[in-house]
């Protein structure tokens, strides 16, 4: 059975999930703080196999090189958003006070395309608007959202690159048509149902 758990990481209170079965792991938005990552990591008896990006806000990749090295695993990113990586404007750490950079992620994501890393299986499909790149990743009983689809609310698209209309139409077309039950795990906040959301989130009412 896949498991998942949240991380929260950093100054803006972001979540890094570690997805885990049989000893091995996914990290999903390794955003800052990874000894606290690492620590979940040592404590669940698990060994990371990738990592996967929703998105390249510095906050979400703050640790992407320590646990990157620390691991020697490969990064997964929006093939729209590789060049954020390592431009401090676009990542949006120039406004951090700490600008930085990271290197290349080794693959690029095929959009609504099924993945099966170390056994992992997943469906990745567009969820942009909160910046171009933008994907959320669905496993069997829970999808992690990134920054689209928050619980009461969605991503913030006044940013670089984002796109209201384009997030609202996003999470209608890739998030909201699956079913009621199915858990949300987005990049900040608590965790949510799709059902909630679509019976209550003020964007969809």
């Known amino acids: 059975m ?11 209170a972001e979540n ?3 997805i885990y079965q049989k000893g091995k792991a996914l990290i999903v938005d390794p955003g800052d703080e990874f000894v606290v990552i690492k620590r979940a990591l040592d404590e669940l008896n698990v060994v990371p196999t990738a990592i996967l990006l929703t998105h390249t806000h510095y906050d979400h990749i703050g640790a992407l090189e ?3 090295k620390m691991y020697s695993i490969p990064v997964y990113v929006s093939g729209l958003e590789q060049a954020w990586l390592g431009n401090p404007i676009l990542n949006l750490s120039i406004n951090s006070g700490h600008p930085f950079t990271t290197e290349p992620a080794e693959y690029e994501f095929e959009l609504v ?7 992992f299986q997943f469906k990745v499909v567009p969820t942009p608007g909160h910046s171009p790149g933008g994907v ?8 992690v959202s990134g920054d689209a689809l928050f619980k009461g609310s969605i991503g913030r698209a006044d940013l670089t690159g984002s796109d209201l209309g384009a997030l609202l139409k996003g999470i209608k077309e890739q998030l909201f048509t699956l079913p009621d039950n ?3 795990y987005p990049g900040h906040g608590d965790e949510t149902t799709i059902g909630y959301e679509k019976r209550t ?5």
């Open 2 to 12: 896949t498991e998942i758990k949240r991380i929260t990481t950093g100054r803006i």
């Open 16 to 18: 890094c999930y570690v």
């Open 66 to 68: 320590e646990a990157r």
């Open 113 to 119: 395309k099924t993945y099966d890393i170390a056994g």
């Open 136 to 143: 959320s990743f669905i496993f069997d009983d829970f999808v």
């Open 182 to 184: 199915m858990r949300v």
């Open 201 to 205: 989130n003020p964007f969809f009412r």
